[in-house]
């Protein structure tokens, strides 16, 4: 008997509130022959408890023995995973019932494809609407995609719908682990895979007051120029050099001037 057509990697940590709308919304899809890889990474709160409620035959349940991150328990479920295609779901996210048979389809007709992303509407943690991503919804062909990625994300990683074989090629890095995705995307852009997005919101993507404070706490310039730095010079080691890799780092200097200019800002209001 032939295995399922899309793996789903959905990593939780501590989700209880906001999971089982999660699940129900993955097992409500209109495209049906997937198997929903659930990894619960330490939580402490109720979530296992609600991932063993159910009874579906295509969820698989694994639990880390320790919160591993989140880069370990992306890599986990790709290793467990068997579909030719994977599809990336947050525990705390919402997707709309044809996500998986439009991703699919639009896959099935352009094998050059690698990773298949959609934009995405925002909502906070009552579910309510709170607007729209405007680098997300502004960059969605491939050559929007590329241009834009060098000076910062675009891309919502739980949107996503990739080919298992190059997300096992590339995988998720540890040492990035303040932007795995992030780093995934311009490795894979840097080596010439195909990226595209389809401009309709196929996901409700929660941001949670928790995040958005921690976000703005931190220098996000600081984040960037160290992901990007990093990255370049990875890939500088690993001989590859292209117009790609080299307008990354320039923009890497560009936010590490921007992130001192935001200290010294700090400094004076103080």
């Not at 939780?12 to 129900?24: C, F, G, K, Q, T």
């Not at 840097?190 to 703005?216: D, M, Q, V, W, Y």
């Not at 010079?233 to 320039?250: E, P, Q």
């Amino acid at each position: 008997m032939a295995g399922p057509s899309i793996s789903v990697i959905m990593p939780v940590y501590n989700s209880a509130p906001w999971l089982r709308e999660a699940i129900d919304s993955i097992l409500a899809q209109t495209y049906t022959d997937f198997e929903l890889i659930i990894i619960n990474d330490g939580s402490t709160d109720e979530t296992e408890a609600i991932i063993h409620a159910y009874a579906d035959s295509r969820i698989k349940s694994l639990l880390n023995d320790k919160n591993r991150g989140l880069a370990f328990t992306l890599n986990r479920g790709i290793d467990e995973a068997i579909a030719p295609l994977i599809a990336r779901m947050d525990g705390d996210d919402i997707a709309v019932p044809e996500r998986f048979e439009k991703q699919f389809r639009f896959l099935q007709k352009q094998p050059n494809v690698a990773v298949l992303a959609s934009v995405v509407s925002l909502i906070d943690d009552k579910g309510q609407h709170i607007g729209y991503w405007k680098e997300d919804r502004n960059n969605t062909s491939f050559e929007q995609i590329r241009e834009f990625m060098p000076s910062n994300n675009c891309i919502a990683h739980p949107s996503i719908m990739a080919r298992t074989a190059v997300m096992k090629e590339f995988r998720y890095r540890d040492e990035q682990s303040q932007a795995e995705d992030y780093d995934l995307w311009l490795r894979m852009l840097a080596a010439g895979e195909i990226f595209h997005k389809l401009a309709e919101p196929l996901l409700f993507h929660r941001i949670l007051p928790a995040s958005f404070t921690r976000n703005r706490q931190e220098n996000v310039f600081y984040k960037l120029a160290r992901t990007k730095w990093k990255f370049a010079k990875d890939s500088w080691k690993s001989g590859v050099i292209n117009s790609f890799v080299i307008r990354t780092a320039i923009f890497s200097f560009y936010d590490a001037v921007k992130g001192s200019g935001k200290e010294l800002k700090k400094t004076f209001r103080s």
